[in-house]
């Protein structure tokens, strides 16, 4: 009987030998679907204690062409399945998730908010009197970071020939002393409140040898800035007004002209229209079997983010769940200790993003990711158009 059984079995072996078998035949591979770990190594990063895995994109459109599945990225596919939602929204900050998204595309939108997007800030600062104890240089670098709350889509960039003007310049003025009042100092903080807008333009003369022509300004304002509609209910001001520029003595004092000109981030820091712009792959935490009683309290406990929730079960017994996986940080405390990562699993989404952006005040959070997508776009218009 043994020897018939070992000659059935090289008779099969000798007949698979001669009509191999794809592995797309397989029947636990179906054709047009990716087996379950390779749809987890294609789609989540595995966040182990040590090092995580699966990290890369797989780009190349024929990656999985053995299966039966087409890699590539199509239009149509990326239309239907990509989509933003927000999560939350204030005067500064908005928190969205972005969904059926490459992190290349969503780097982009970073580098575009941090660099690109225009905004208003102080570049000329013309210094008639600085008796306090900051240094000229440190008084004019701190008025530059000042934000300023005005659109900046109504301004105009201004170069090095152009004339400032009212539709390329915003001009501030600073005249503070400090006096005692009794046993009180009046003014002894000068505060970003204490910046006066000046509609008309410049106050201060161009030196001139010609002491016969007329006199003229730094700037050649044509119209007064709040006759303009764009500012005639909404007055340019300073976002935060309680900012300390400088701090004064009795009898010191502080008399400047600030010119505010149209910039981006790349050129300096001060023109960034964000204080943060980051995103994070979406948490995914998955329990690879039932934890219940002490094993539950326990993994409760080891999380300092509280992810995990103990459920009450009927007959006193206690399981634990998955309650909260949006405020995981990662911090892999979970699956610390022997054998808690044979219990728990810690991954994250790699096509799903949560986006936070904090505005410095120029431009409304959510305004400031539309014009980030709009300025994408003229990218990719002006390679279209490049190409032959």
């Not at 699993?345 to 936070?356: C, T």
Request: net charge negative; charged share 25%; hydrophobic share 40%.
């Amino acid at each position: 009987v043994d020897l018939c059984v070992l000659w059935e079995g090289l008779a099969m072996a000798m007949a698979m030998a001669s009509s191999p078998i794809r592995a797309r035949d397989l029947p636990d591979v179906p054709k047009g679907k990716l087996p379950r770990h390779l749809e987890l190594q294609r789609t989540r990063v595995l966040c182990n204690s040590d090092a995580p895995l699966h990290t890369e994109s797989i780009q190349y459109s024929g990656a999985y062409a053995s299966s039966g599945v087409d890699n590539s990225l199509r239009v149509g596919e990326f239309c239907k399945n990509f989509r933003v939602e927000v999560v939350s929204l204030n005067e500064d900050d908005i928190e969205f998730d972005m969904i059926g998204i490459d992190a290349a595309l969503a780097n982009a939108f970073r580098r575009i908010l941090i660099a690109e997007v225009p905004t208003m800030a102080i570049e000329t600062v013309f210094i008639a009197d600085n008796t306090s104890e900051i240094q000229d240089e440190v008084l004019a670098h701190r008025l530059g970071l000042v934000p300023i709350r005005v659109d900046p889509r109504l301004f105009e960039y201004k170069s090095e020939n152009d004339v400032p003007n009212e539709k390329n310049t915003i001009v501030f003025k600073l005249d503070v002393t400090c006096k005692r009042q009794g046993e009180r100092l009046k003014n002894s903080s000068v505060k970003s409140d204490q910046l006066e807008w000046l509609p008309h333009g410049s106050q201060y003369q161009l030196p001139s040898m010609n002491l016969d022509s007329k006199p003229r300004t730094y700037t050649s304002f044509s119209c007064s800035q709040d006759s303009l509609l764009a500012f005639s209910k909404v007055p340019i001001t300073v976002h935060y007004p309680d900012i300390i520029l400088a701090k004064l003595g009795p009898g010191q004092c502080i008399e400047l002209e600030a010119h505010a000109v149209k910039g981006t981030g790349k050129t300096h820091a001060k023109w960034s229209p964000v204080a943060t712009a980051a995103y994070r792959m979406l948490p995914e935490v998955v329990l690879l079997e039932e934890i219940e009683d002490e094993l539950a309290v326990e993994l409760v406990s080891k999380c300092p983010m509280k992810v995990f929730d103990i459920e009450d079960l009927p007959k006193g017994k206690k399981k634990a769940n998955v309650a909260r996986p949006r405020v995981c940080t990662l911090c892999t405390e979970c699956i610390r200790g022997e054998g808690w990562d044979k219990l728990v699993q810690i991954r994250r989404v790699k096509d799903h993003f949560i986006f936070s952006i904090e505005s410095t005040g120029a431009l409304p959070p959510e305004v400031l990711f539309v014009e980030a997508v709009k300025i994408l776009e003229d990218k990719c218009q002006r390679i279209l158009t490049e190409i032959p």
